[in-house]
């Protein structure tokens, strides 16, 4: 398949470093995760007009499609980043928070979640200083209690709320007039130019990007890597499978690149594991899959983006949102009923793969207009 990158007018020349207004971006930037590398890409292309502040837990993580440019600067991300971010929102005339799910439960070793916390220090700074914040594509996860109430003060100092999907507005509660509701950022995104796919062995290929289910045990992990093992040698017993990391930090070789290692035993010399170090290479490998089977929301998007089609197996409720809203439902499977469920997804995901790729353009379209406007919105703040 070649993906063709829409036409676009030229830009008009900017002007120079010292006379850029600042934004200041935040987000779970540089921690080599491929969906927040993403959107840092597609939100640093997008406001090359301006100054930009962005918190950084490391810029070695930095992808290389986001090159170092004199007028973007990197705020640490620590214990102590609070005090970075409030310096930098002093130089700042808008404040964005650049996608994710953002808001989450506060419990076990989340308890109290700083990431919450800093989050209404900073936009009450900014609303007193009287400087606009702004949401982009942004998710909750199922709140109550006193979770939800922080959650809920921290968006309502916001100017506007986008979110990127319907439950996660709905759990917020903000006024209409607040907040709007797209399919996620990353539908912007434009792929590298992709020759079409060729197996000059006809072997096929399968792409596998899976993550350790937080909040169980060990054992169930186990159980759900063997069933996923299994139905998958049965699906395709010739073929060579490629287990994406998406996510390449310290975390992802504590858990991630742990259950890869097992599901590699699993499947034997026919699979290999594939490390997550740029976008484009990232999506480029993932083009060559005949087939995608992935926990990672912005895997199953990179994949409907490249007409690759995927299996979604739903490790958080977002997998599911997902499919319902922007693919087919008969593609999500639950993990706790892979043995069972995933092997009828796969029997159809051919055929059911021309009426998604009919849907991922509607999400595209409909993505590149409401981002449009909320851009052009935002810049004139």
């Not at 810029?59 to 409030?86: G, W, Y």
């Not at 700074?125 to 809920?152: C, F, I, N, Q």
Request: with cysteine.
């Amino acid at each position: 398949m070649t993906h063709t990158p829409p036409a676009t007018s030229p830009k008009p020349p900017t002007p120079r470093a010292h006379t850029r207004a600042r934004i200041l971006l935040l987000g779970a930037y540089g921690r080599k995760n491929i969906g927040d590398d993403i959107f840092l890409k597609i939100l640093l292309d997008t406001f090359s007009e301006f100054a930009i502040d962005y918190n950084c837990w490391d810029t070695d993580n930095l992808p290389p499609e986001i090159a170092s440019q004199p007028h973007h600067r990197a705020v640490p991300t620590s214990a102590r980043s609070v005090f970075s971010v409030l310096r930098a929102l002093m130089q700042a005339r808008v404040v964005v928070y650049g996608g994710g799910e953002l808001w989450m439960r506060l419990d076990g070793t989340r308890y109290p979640n700083a990431s919450t916390l800093k989050m209404i220090i900073v936009n009450l700074a900014a609303r007193l200083l009287r400087k606009d914040v702004y949401y982009l594509s942004v998710g909750s996860e199922p709140l109550t209690g006193w979770s939800l109430l922080l959650a809920k003060t921290s968006a309502r100092l916001a100017t506007h709320v986008s979110f990127r999907d319907n439950e996660s507005a709905r759990i917020l509660g903000l006024p209409p007039e607040k907040t709007s509701v797209a399919p996620d950022i990353a539908f912007t995104y434009t792929p590298p130019l992709i020759d079409a796919r060729m197996h000059t062995d006809g072997t096929p290929v399968v792409g596998i990007s899976a993550v350790k289910l937080s909040n169980t045990q060990d054992s169930v992990n186990t159980k759900n890597i063997q069933d996923l093992a299994a139905v998958l040698k049965t699906s395709y017993p010739h073929a060579t499978f490629k287990l994406f990391l998406a996510m390449s930090d310290e975390r992802a070789h504590e858990s991630d690149l742990k259950l890869a290692q097992e599901l590699q035993q699993l499947l034997g010399s026919a699979a290999a594991i594939h490390s997550y170090h740029s976008i484009d290479t990232f999506v480029r490998e993932l083009s060559v899959c005949d087939v995608v089977v992935s926990y990672r929301l912005h895997v199953n998007i990179l994949a409907h983006l490249i007409g690759v089609p995927v299996v979604g197996i739903g490790y958080k409720p977002k997998i599911k949102k997902f499919f319902e809203a922007y693919s087919n439902p008969q593609l999500y499977c639950s993990p706790d009923r892979i043995s069972t469920d995933l092997q009828p997804a796969l029997a159809q995901v051919n055929a059911l793969n021309p009426s998604i790729r009919s849907s991922t353009e509607q999400a595209v379209t409909q993505a590149n207009a409401h981002y449009t406007n909320l851009y052009t919105t935002l810049k004139h703040s």
